[in-house]
Structure formats: C-alpha cells, structure tokens
C-alpha cells in the first residue's frame, strides 16, 4: 500500500510541473540514442501523459467541474476521427501506428498551450481573489 501511495504522489508532483518530467525523459532518451530529435520526440511522448492529468486537474479546478478528463478523451477521439478520415481519403488507408503518434505529438503542442493558459489564469484568479 505504501508502494503505490508513493508511486501516486510522485505522479502528482511529475504532473503539477510538466517541465521535470520532460526534462528527465529527453537527458535518459538523449543517453539512451545520441540523437537530439529522437530524444526530443520520447520527451514529448512522456510527457503528454503528464500533461493530460495536469490539463484536466486545472480545467477542474478553474471550472469546478468534472469534465477535464473526459473534455480531453473527447478532443483526442474527435482529432483520431478526424486525421484518420484526412488519411484515408489521401493514401486510401489508414496508417494507425502514423495516426497515434501524430495525435499523441498534437495533443502535445495542444495540452502544452492549454497546461500554460490555465496555469496563468489560475495564478490571476488566486491574486485577484485574495
């Protein structure tokens, strides 16, 4: 039990600050394949893990809402749907492993802009408040 509350806290604070999880997953990529882009590109695909769960907590916090998850699962199913039909009416097929990481680094840029909008907006929201 105390295993995996210190796995959840540790998630938690990995989650507040996006940056250390990434900063951590592009020094071990860069390590691991030499190459700057590669190491780049696994940073960003940890990270978006982070960001899902640090992106949903602010929109509920700052909403008082439940939706924050689901608001994202909803974005990601509609932008599948959408680079997938794109996919298939170019190429005449869908290329799924193509597909994930092109949403997977989408959801990304996306969560990254979101993860900084919310977070200002919910300092301004704490000082104006108090």
Do not use: C, H
Not at 77 to 89: D, E, F, K, V
Not at 108 to 123: P, T
Request: net charge positive.
């Amino acid at each position: 039990m105390f295993i995996l509350e210190g796995i959840s806290n540790l998630f938690g604070m990995m989650a507040v600050v996006p940056v250390i999880p990434f900063a951590a997953a592009w020094l071990i990529g860069y390590g691991i394949v030499k190459n700057r882009k590669q190491a780049a590109g696994i940073a960003m695909d940890i990270t978006t893990l982070f960001l899902i769960a640090a992106v949903a907590a602010l929109f509920n916090r700052l909403f008082s809402s439940g939706f924050g998850f689901y608001g994202i699962l909803l974005f990601l199913l509609l932008s599948a749907g959408l680079i997938g039909s794109a996919q298939n009416r170019i190429k005449g097929k869908v290329n799924v492993p193509k597909l994930s990481r092109a949403l997977w680094r989408m959801s990304f840029l996306v969560l990254s802009f979101f993860y900084i909008l919310f977070m200002i907006w919910g300092i301004s929201k704490q000082i104006l408040t108090a």
